[in-house]
């Protein structure tokens, strides 16, 4: 235990660091109105006349020293119901970058502005929305203090107006967002703001707030305040229903029974607002055949990999039940949820949820909690028994961005007599501290879970710790995981246990401020696990070198020397079913290659990022070439070309080729006609997969879907179809 928590003596350290004045604004107020405000991207309204201005924004690239070239003024007001937000955004002229007229578009490579409110001021978790010039909207939430990529969440949806026009000089754009979609505290007076904004022909990225750039432009420790002029009300009734009627046909033709798999279902969620700061969320039979499906990928590890949440029930405070341990160490993977495996083929295959619940948010400014119950339906003949999971959580605030967390994840199995696989139930138990420095300077976390099931395994615990200090010019990070022999979490994600494992990285920036080259970066970074009685059984040390060039593009170089140890089990790196090419257990391998990425300027309608990686693979050799490449229609969608290619070779001279193709169309005919195409084509597998998806959304967050899927196997040229699907789904949200 002594190794967890050998870096807890910097953490007083940690806390003793705070902004800096430079990264700080002063408070602004917000005065109410009574006036009636039409959403058109017309500041004709007199409230915007009389209204106060936050202006001069910061740059944060290409430069995070000077103030922007091009202006921005934003304007805040608000009645019982709604807070309005305004802006107006200076231009050079009108050749916007507007990718497509999808709503909830990647910020990166576009024109757009966001606006972030931190209702509870804990600088910790925040609502976002965001508006381009042609008016389309995109929403999201972010948590963990906004540190990385990885907190912000843009697959959550609600209920709010927005509309965009563009001048000769500018854009301007309007929002309405219904106090009812937020989270706060009755009787608030104040709130953190943020807001930054993206100017593709300038090449300018701006915010209110001076954010260094080696953080992340809605880290939520940069914020300013804004003072409303009374107290904030609850907004009456906050309840929300979203019901759904869906039809689906399915054909199973290698079960030779091609005409099964039709029916009709319905079911629905609702959304019910318990106080202003606290949701209950309910589903009943929920249907998830929308849910774009996931992209495959060519997994060259051991172990297995994850894909993200996209299913809504799962999403509004997911942080509280998601952000706990590592990401080879997590307690609760909400994927596990509606997955079960099949008894007679041992695959895993979709599970109905019966029901799921979920209580979460904010009690006080300190207090945030989480408690989620779902079962899942019975299906004897695939060996699959009703199973119960609760999931609870409750997070402390310390200090000023700094938490405590704890949770407990229950798996409780109903008739464990139908499948002898199955055992009665799965706990887990885990308490962690989450740390986040007023400037974010310093970062990390310490954790400890334990786990419990009826069998009679020890080492039943998991712990690890990352700490890390970050300055304009480095970043030192030390990680660790330690997984015991007995840890055993089934409705999370740990892809193997019985190891130790430390990953410590030291990176340099470097800003030459030339008329090509923005930054670079070079970073040594150190990854080993080792196993108790094994010794090292995986090491892998990286030399990397990253630039950013002015224009928005990027390359990076990687030199790596590798390790592997089978300590245990057979691995076949060729990924085929040559039984000859697998490597025996005990056997050690030490390898070098090479990787390299480019990704082109964003801004370009033909943008692509293109990876390579080459050099030596266990007792062989594999060359890894992978690119995309995207051509923009704007404003009405893009045509994408996703290709990996894998050439695997042994030193016994077997070699396997690995092909993914997958093209990608995806049209934009207006703000609410959609229609997304894409194929897969894995050689891996041998199977040809075709998804297509028609959405029109017909009124605010209620939609109709027609999605068609397909799969082939192509060992036998096309000639074999292994099952094909069509849904329809329609959903309607309701305010009561």
């Keep these: 235990m002594n190794k967890l928590y050998i870096s807890l003596i910097f953490i007083f350290f940690a806390q003793k660091t705070f902004a800096q004045d430079k990264y700080s604004v002063s408070p602004f107020d917000v005065k109410s109105t009574t006036e009636k405000i039409k959403i058109d991207g017309i500041l004709d309204e007199k409230v915007w006349q009389e209204k106060e201005t936050i202006g001069n924004f910061w740059q944060y690239f290409p430069s995070d020293t000077m103030l922007a070239k091009q202006n921005t003024r934003v304007y805040i007001t608000f009645d019982d119901k709604n807070i309005y937000v305004?802006?107006?955004?200076?231009?050079?002229?009108?050749k916007y970058v507007i990718p497509s007229n999808r709503r909830d578009y990647r910020a990166g490579g576009s024109d757009n502005i966001s606006f972030i409110f931190d209702t509870f001021n804990d600088k910790t978790n925040a609502f976002l929305f965001g508006m381009n010039p042609?008016?389309?909207?995109?929403?999201?939430?972010?948590?963990?203090?906004?540190?990385?990529?990885?907190?912000?969440?843009?697959?959550?949806?609600?209920?709010?107006?927005?509309?965009?026009?563009?001048?000769?000089?500018?854009?301007?754009?309007e929002m309405s967002i219904p106090f009812s979609t937020l989270r706060f505290k009755e009787g608030t007076t104040h709130w953190n703001f943020m807001c930054y904004r993206f100017d593709s022909q300038s090449n300018e990225q701006s915010s209110f707030v001076r954010i260094p750039q080696n953080q992340v432009i809605f880290n939520l420790a940069f914020m300013g305040r804004m003072d409303f002029d009374k107290p904030l009300k609850k907004s009456g009734s906050n309840i929300s229903i979203i019901p759904y009627l869906a039809g689906s046909s399915l054909r199973d033709f290698e079960k030779n029974n091609p005409s099964s798999g039709d029916r009709i279902t319905y079911g629905g969620d609702a959304k019910i607002g318990i106080t202003t700061g606290l949701n209950l969320d309910l589903t009943i039979n929920p249907d998830f055949s929308n849910v774009e499906a996931d992209r495959q990928v060519t997994n060259l590890t051991r172990f297995d990999i994850t894909y993200p949440e996209q299913r809504q029930f799962f999403l509004e405070n997911s942080d509280l039940f998601t952000n706990f341990g590592s990401s080879?160490?997590?307690?609760?993977?909400?994927?596990?949820?509606?997955?079960?495996?099949?008894?007679?083929?041992?695959?895993?295959?979709?599970?109905?949820?019966?029901?799921?619940?979920?209580?979460?948010?904010?009690?006080?400014d300190n207090w945030r909690v989480g408690l989620m119950r779902v079962q899942t339906a019975e299906d004897r003949f695939k060996g699959i028994s009703a199973t119960d999971f609760t999931v609870g959580a409750i997070q402390r605030k310390v200090l000023s961005r700094s938490n405590i967390s704890f949770i407990f994840v229950d798996k409780s199995v109903r008739n464990p007599e139908i499948n002898k696989k199955l055992v009665a139930y799965n706990r887990v138990a885990g308490l962690e501290y989450n740390l986040a420095s007023e400037d974010n300077k310093w970062s990390g976390k310490?954790?400890?879970?334990?786990?419990?099931?009826?069998?009679?395994?020890t080492d039943k615990f998991a712990n690890g710790s990352t700490l890390s200090y970050s300055d304009l010019r480095y970043q030192i990070t030390w990680k660790h995981d330690w997984v015991g022999k007995g840890y055993n979490a089934e409705v999370g994600f740990v892809p193997r246990n019985d190891y130790w494992r430390i990953n410590p990285s030291v990176l340099l920036t470097y800003y030459p401020r030339t008329k090509l080259l923005n930054k670079h970066t070079f970073g040594i970074l150190h990854d080993q696990s080792n196993v108790p009685g094994y010794g090292i059984t995986d090491r892998t040390t990286s030399l990397n070198w990253e630039f950013a060039f002015q224009n928005t593009s990027g390359l990076f170089l990687n030199l790596q020397n590798n390790y592997s140890y089978l300590y245990n089990y057979e691995f076949n790196p060729l990924l085929s079913k040559n039984d000859k090419a697998t490597l025996p257990e005990g056997s050690k391998y030490t390898?070098?290659?090479?990787?390299?990425?480019?990704?082109?300027?964003?801004?370009?309608?033909?943008?692509?990022?293109?990876?390579?990686?080459?050099?030596?693979?266990?007792?062989?050799?594999?060359?890894?070439?992978?690119?995309?490449?995207?051509?923009?229609?704007?404003?009405?969608?893009?045509?994408?070309?996703?290709?990996?290619?894998?050439?695997?070779?042994?030193?016994?001279?077997?070699?396997?080729?690995?092909?993914?193709?997958?093209?990608?169309?995806d049209f934009t005919f207006t703000k609410s006609i959609f229609w997304t195409t894409f194929v897969q084509y894995n050689s891996q597998f041998d199977n040809l997969n075709i998804n297509s998806r028609f959405q029109w959304r017909f009124a605010p967050v209620s939609d109709f879907f027609l999605v068609y899927t397909d799969n082939y196997n192509t060992a036998n040229n096309l000639n074999l179809a292994k099952n094909r699907a069509v849904f329809a789904k329609i959903t309607y949200w309701f305010n009561l």
């Design 86 to 94: 305004a802006a107006r955004c200076a231009s050079m002229g009108k």
């Design 134 to 173: 042609l008016g389309i909207m995109r929403e999201g939430v972010i948590s963990n203090g906004g540190q990385d990529v990885t907190s912000f969440n843009f697959f959550w949806d609600n209920k709010w107006q927005g509309a965009s026009q563009i001048l000769d000089d500018s854009w301007v754009c």
């Design 328 to 364: 080879g160490v997590s307690p609760f993977f909400s994927r596990r949820i509606g997955i079960a495996s099949d008894s007679a083929s041992g695959i895993n295959v979709q599970n109905a949820i019966n029901y799921g619940a979920r209580i979460s948010g904010k009690l006080d």
């Design 446 to 457: 310490f954790f400890y879970q334990q786990s419990f099931s009826p069998d009679n395994q």
């Design 591 to 665: 390898y070098n290659n090479v990787g390299l990425i480019y990704i082109s300027d964003q801004r370009k309608k033909i943008f692509s990022q293109t990876s390579a990686l080459i050099g030596d693979y266990y007792d062989g050799s594999i060359i890894n070439l992978s690119t995309s490449i995207l051509y923009r229609y704007q404003p009405y969608g893009a045509l994408s070309m996703n290709m990996t290619y894998n050439d695997i070779k042994n030193k016994a001279g077997l070699q396997n080729k690995i092909y993914l193709v997958g093209p990608k169309f």
